[in-house]
């Protein structure tokens, strides 16, 4: 089945304390992305990339790291993690190396930092 | 800088009536724009999208949107709600002076249905 799936699905954690959230996608797209969705914010992207080793900042990406070692995987990392950053985030894909195209979403990862 | 505005936060319709989620947008490089929608504790999935094609777009469950360029909108219609179309939506507009790399979204427009 093509999907995009990401883990974990939920996780609360504390301040300071390094996490990853894995990104992967089946259907060999080039283009892959992360949001985080806030309230009355609606979706705001923080990293994309276009393939393989391109990564490029989007809207909000203080605070956040990824990497983009092969096609599939697109994992954010949060080195030092705040209550800021506490969310729902989605990892996206589409087969261009574009946004211009219909994104596949991932099912999101709710995040708590306490 | 692109960006996008919905009017509305909250829209409220009777099941059978009609469904209008307002849309503006700003880009003055070739915009693409799409509506998606999400419900309830789900992944958001694609309604629609416009990519300089026939201004009159239709997507899935019945919606449509047209892309009105000398009013900088996209809106979303539908002629008749159903119950299960009560969920959140939103705008989504990418450019070609980003190379179409980046998206920007709306703020989302949450879509009430009543009996």
């Known amino acids: 089945e093509a999907q995009v799936t990401q883990n974990p699905r939920y996780l609360i954690t504390v301040t300071g304390k390094k996490l990853t959230v894995t990104c992967s996608q089946n259907m060999n797209h080039e283009y892959m992305s992360w949001y985080r969705q806030d309230p009355g914010l609606g979706l705001r992207q923080i990293y994309y990339?276009?393939?393989?080793?391109?990564?490029d900042k989007g809207d909000v990406p203080e605070g956040y790291k990824v990497s983009r070692k092969e096609k599939r995987n697109f994992p954010l990392i949060l080195e030092s993690p705040s209550p800021n950053q506490t969310s729902l985030y989605f990892c996206?894909?589409?087969?261009?190396?574009?946004?211009?195209?219909?994104?596949?979403f991932g099912p999101g990862t709710r995040l708590t930092v306490l | 800088a692109q960006s996008v505005t919905q009017l509305d936060s909250h829209v409220s319709v009777s099941e059978g009536t009609p469904v209008l989620l307002r849309c503006n947008y700003s880009?003055?490089?070739?915009?693409?724009l799409f509506w998606y929608v999400q419900h309830p504790n789900k992944g958001l999935q694609l309604l629609l999208k416009?990519?300089?094609?026939?201004?009159l777009v239709k997507g899935i469950n019945g919606f449509e949107a047209e892309f009105k360029k000398s009013e900088t909108s996209f809106h979303l219609t539908k002629p008749s709600a159903h119950m299960s179309d009560a969920a959140e939506y939103f705008c989504v507009v990418s450019d070609r002076y980003s190379g179409y790399s980046t998206l920007t979204f709306g703020k989302g427009t949450m879509l009430l249905v009543s009996p």
């Open positions: 880009s003055s490089y070739s915009p693409s």
């Open positions: 416009y990519t300089s094609a026939a201004t």
């Open positions: 996206a894909s589409n087969p261009l190396g574009t946004g211009n195209n219909e994104q596949f």
């Open positions: 990339s276009m393939n393989v080793e391109v990564t």
